[in-house]
Structures are given as C-alpha cells and as structure tokens.
C-alpha cells in the first residue's frame, strides 16, 4: 500500500513541475513583441547597405576576371522581388509603432516604404503598389499599378514624411544612423525627394507630376524642406569590428583575386589627375617601382573584352587591383547609400535644367569637394583638382560634367544609383565595343520580372508587361520612366 501511494505522490511531483517543449526554448531575457525600434534598426541595416560589385561590374568600374560575369557583359535576365519583403518589416514596425502609441515611426515608414517602392519601379517598371502587402485581406495576386501612379504616391509619402516631422518630435529609438536626430532623418526624407525627382527628368511637362514645380517648391523653402548641410547628414552606413557588422567585402576572395578596375574608369580619372584614383586602386604589378601617387603607376582591364584577353593583362601585371583597404579593413568606410555629394550635383543639375535660380558651378564644385573629403584628399590636392579647365564647369558641356563627377563619387557606394543615372543621360558612356559582350552590345533598360510571379500572379503580370513591353518581358524593354 506504501508502494503504491509513493508512486501516485511520485507521478504528481512530476506532472506538477512538467512544461511545454515550446516554454524551455523561451528566452526570458528577450521580449516576444515586435517593437519598432528593434525593426528600425534591421531596416536600415538592409536598406543602407549600397556596397555591390554587381553594380560595380555593371557600372563599368571594376572587370571580374574568372568567367564571365553577367552584370559586366549585360547578359542578366530575371530579378527578384525581395523588396516587398523588407517592406513587410517596414509595415511591421508602422504596425507596432501605432499599437504602441509612438507615432515617432511614422515619417519613417513612410521613408522606407517610398525606398522600397522606387527600387521596386527602377527595376522593373510596373509592379505592385496599392495592392500590395495585403495577402492578410486576401490579396494573394496583386494588381500592377502604372509607374507613374508609383512615382506620384512615392513623392507623397515623402512630402508626407517630411510634414511628420516637427522640432518637438520624439527622437526614435533604434536608430543606427542619425542616432535618433529626427531633424537628420527630415534632411534626408527631402534629399530623397529631389533624387526621385531628377529622376523623373524625361518626364517634364509630359506627365501629371509637375516636377520642376515639385523641385523648385523643395529648394525654394529651406524652412520647410530642409537639405543636408554636409557629409555629417549622409545617408551611410557605419561598419564596426564585430560579427555580423564588418565591411561587405571584407576578406571577400574574388575582390583579392578577381576583380580588377576597369580601364575606361582609370583613364578617366588618370585624364582629370584625380587623386581619388589612389584612394580606389592599387598599383598594377608592372608598375610598382613607380610612387603610388603617380597615375602612370594604374592601368584598368577593358569590361567589354573577353575573358582571356583581360586574363593576359593582368598575367602581365598592367592591371590594377582595388585599393587593398576594401579587403582588409574591417571597416573601411561608410556605405554611401545617398550622399550630399549626390545631392549638390542634383542642384547642379537642376540649375542647368532651368528649374531652379543659383548657380551650377558651385553646386558641382561644393560636390566634388565634399566626395574628395570624405575619401580624405587634403585641401591643396582638392584646390588644384577643381581649378583645372577640365574640371570646371563648361558653359556647353556642364550636364555631361555633372554626372560624370556624379558617377565618380558612387565608386563603390550609392549601389545601381550610377547605372540609372547612365540610363537616364547616357553619361558616361559605357563600353560595348569588345568581343566579349553579351545582349547583342546592348546595355539593358531593366530586370524581367521573376518566376514567382508568372507562377503566383500570372494574369497581372503578363497584362503589366503587354502595357508597357510589345516586344515582350526582357532586359532591353524601355520603361516609361525613360521613354523621351
């Protein structure tokens, strides 16, 4: 009788202190609800990170070496649509943000979401937008909205953004950039503003986005739209010495021993005396001897040539490398992501297109010495460079210019922003002449758009690419945003 009451005492001890599985892998140190400022801080670590050989090898600045690479011969095809899910966190933190009472968050969703969406559109053209991100209502196969609509709504989310914030609201928590300086994140809602509008440059007077008007109302009302004042208010991202936060091609083996800069690149620079050449590249082996402030000391591989011919110039040692600091530095340097260098060329450029008052030379100069700056060119260098007649500002040449220093100041940084630049003004030329080239010696217009979709949402996708597309979804389609 003893034995069996122990064994019944015994069997509710046990049950008593049993738990569920799920309860041991519970860390009670760590909260369960989403808070907005932990999804603060991954948005702007996924969205800021602008550093990509990809757009490099496209951007005809660097030349990959071991096969061939199909964003340097401009034979890609399909992209993805892995935007939409970093705009699931966004809507997350809008989502937690309001269940928390911190409407702090809100200007910057609306940043975020107007990010995501004119990536989305640069890519592709069309795509989803009102109907998006609604697969909770039951909206599993989105419509495609216009990309002009998308443009439209993405300047209305930032003029919104912008209104959001005031000199009395609640620094964000989270925040890895600006530390939570809300009057930071509104110079930067605006600087975003004018990029998505000088993108739109094709479009003036043809659309129902007034965009010179919209341009001018920004630049005209510092009050109300303030600008970044210097390379302090850079949209960048900071590397630091630890797990999971190093420089994206630290210890990366291809930049060691693949990727090589690209000729037409060096030769620019070499032709301008630019010292940012030293910054950029290392010597090429067979000029070692030589100081490694000497242009003659740098050579670049040809991104249109075949394979085996730029493997035999780099056999011969004429081809220089990227600076080793790119590979060895854990934190090298900030990834530009849009930049007050940017930002003085789009004046610039808004000066020459007539809309705007100033003048456009000192815009261009004031970005050119802020991008030497950041790469630490000393004051005399800078002086020198700016003041040669190739560098000043031409009365009759000044947009070609512009965008040209534009392009050099994204070496490695600004991620595609360079390659739509390019699409937009054709400069700088791009180099189709070798025989390595794909796409028939065309550079693409855009990315056809992913297999999920013809799987998932065929219906919308193939009547977004009849629309727009007659010849069909590929990469040489002109989207309406650069139809003349």
């Not at 209305?156 to 009395?168: F, G, R, V």
């Not at 590979?327 to 090298?332: A, I, L, R």
């Not at 003048?359 to 950041?374: L, P, V």
């Amino acid at each position: 009788m003893k034995k069996i009451v122990f064994i019944l005492l015994s069997i509710l001890v046990i049950q008593s202190g049993c738990k569920k599985f799920s309860e041991f892998q519970t860390d009670p140190n760590k909260s369960t609800i989403a808070t907005p400022d932990l999804l603060l801080n991954a948005i702007i670590q996924n969205a800021f990170q602008s550093t990509t050989i990809s757009a490099a090898l496209a951007c005809r600045q660097m030349v990959y070496t071991d096969a061939s690479n199909v964003n340097q011969y401009y034979g890609w095809n399909r992209a993805g649509f892995d935007a939409y899910g970093s705009l699931r966190q966004v809507l997350k933190m809008e989502q937690a943000a309001t269940a928390q009472s911190k409407p702090e968050y809100q200007p910057l969703a609306k940043f975020f979401r107007a990010w995501y969406f004119l990536q989305l559109t640069q890519t592709f053209g069309d795509v989803p937008y009102s109907s998006a991100l609604k697969g909770d209502n039951g909206i599993g196969a989105p419509a495609y909205d216009k990309q002009e609509d998308i443009y439209l709504n993405i300047l209305d989310d930032l003029n919104a953004a912008n209104s959001l914030i005031s000199t009395s609201t609640t620094a964000v928590q989270g925040d890895i950039l600006y530390s939570g300086n809300m009057q930071q994140w509104k110079r930067a809602i605006n600087a975003l503003s004018l990029r998505v509008l000088m993108s739109l440059s094709l479009k003036e007077g043809k659309s129902k986005i007034d965009v010179k008007k919209r341009f001018a109302d920004i630049v005209n009302n510092p009050t109300t739209y303030p600008l970044p004042a210097g390379n302090d208010d850079n949209v960048a991202l900071k590397f630091y010495d630890l797990q999971g936060n190093r420089y994206p091609y630290f210890n990366n083996n291809d930049l060691q021993t693949a990727d090589y800069m690209e000729e037409s690149f060096v030769n620019l620079l070499k032709g301008l005396k630019d010292a940012r050449l030293f910054s950029f590249a290392d010597k090429a082996p067979k000029f070692a001897a030589l100081p490694a402030t000497d242009f003659n000391a740098y050579g670049g591989a040809k991104a249109s040539a075949p394979v085996n011919e730029n493997n035999a110039r780099t056999v011969a040692g004429e081809v220089s490398k990227i600076n080793p600091r790119f590979y060895n530095n854990p934190v090298n340097e900030q990834s530009i992501a849009l930049g007050y260098p940017e930002l003085q060329f789009i004046l610039a450029e808004g000066v020459l297109r007539g809309w705007i008052s100033g003048t456009a030379s000192d815009y261009y100069e004031k970005g050119i010495r802020a991008s030497m700056a950041f790469y630490k060119i000393d004051q005399a260098a800078i002086d020198s460079y700016v003041a040669q007649t190739a560098v000043k500002l031409s009365p009759t040449d000044g947009l070609r210019q512009v965008i040209t220093q534009k392009y050099i100041a994204a070496f490695f940084n600004s991620g595609w922003q360079p390659f739509y630049e390019q699409r937009r003004t054709g400069f700088p030329v791009f180099d189709v002449s070798g025989a390595g080239m794909l796409n028939n010696n065309k550079i693409p217009k855009r990315w056809m758009y992913p297999e999920s979709e013809l799987q998932l949402n065929k219906d919308h996708v193939q009547a977004a690419v009849t629309s727009q597309y007659p010849e069909g979804d590929n990469i040489n389609g002109v989207m309406w945003l650069i139809k003349p």
